[in-house]
């Protein structure tokens, strides 16, 4: 018996793979793609008969999959500012670096970055270009925010972090991820509160969530904004 195949439906393919090591089937399903792994007792007709009563969930959650894939935004030639995508252009230059012309970015790399390290270059480039974008962006309406809640900030500090959107020190330090330049200009804003709201309660209390809605009522709509689309804000 072969330790793996693939098998054609109508509306979707998928992988059989056996193991003698396996007491039980599971189906897996990963970037919209579905894996059937099996114990070698378990006959084929068995897989595929398992695999049509269980049809209307594995599309459900193929299409759940699909939409939490990351994008390729160099191979889209696209990438999101503030929730409007722009033009990405990558070209050949004797310098490296951005270039941002109103709905354009033009992304120049050095002919000395050998070919196969174009991409790994244009993503570098880009991600020190948002990083640019957020502390001009971020330091104005940090100043917006500060005003209007009378609450200030020591220090603004923009990060590159996978598991969070900002944080707020007890010495007054606040720092914002630059994967925020991504999104709208309104989910930001709900970061910019939320931190800053820290510097009065330094928890997630009662009182700190009632000093966030003084300010900015859709609380669970970026929250579940953020939610929905971490996997989007990358490059």
């Known amino acids: 018996m072969l330790s793996a195949l693939m098998i054609e439906t109508d509306l979707f393919s998928y992988m059989v793979h056996y193991s003698i090591k396996r007491r039980s089937i599971a189906l897996q399903i990963k970037q919209g793609q579905l894996t059937v792994r099996a114990p070698t007792a378990i006959s084929l007709p068995d897989i595929q008969a398992l695999v049509r009563k269980k049809h209307n969930w594995i599309l459900k959650h193929m299409q759940q999959a699909k939409q939490h894939v990351k994008p390729d935004w160099l191979a889209q030639q696209q990438v999101p500012l503030q929730g409007k995508l722009l033009t990405l252009q990558l070209q050949s230059a004797s310098q490296s670096l951005v270039i941002f012309d109103d709905d354009r970015v033009i992304v120049n790399i050095s002919t ?124």
């Open 112 to 235: 000395r970055v050998q070919a196969l390290r174009h991409n790994i270059k244009a993503r570098e480039l880009l991600q020190q270009w948002y990083k640019k974008q957020a502390l001009q962006w971020f330091t104005q309406r940090l100043d917006y925010w500060q005003s209007q809640m009378s609450l200030h900030a020591k220090e603004l500090v923009i990060g590159n972090w996978q598991s969070k959107w900002g944080y707020c020190k007890q010495s007054g330090e606040i720092g914002f991820n630059w994967r925020l330049m991504m999104a709208p200009s309104w989910l930001a804003d709900y970061v910019i509160v939320h931190e800053l709201a820290h510097l009065k309660h330094l928890n997630h209390s009662a009182s700190f969530w009632r000093l966030v809605q003084q300010y900015y009522i859709d609380i669970d709509a970026a929250q579940s904004w953020l939610k929905q689309h971490q996997h989007w804000m990358e490059i």
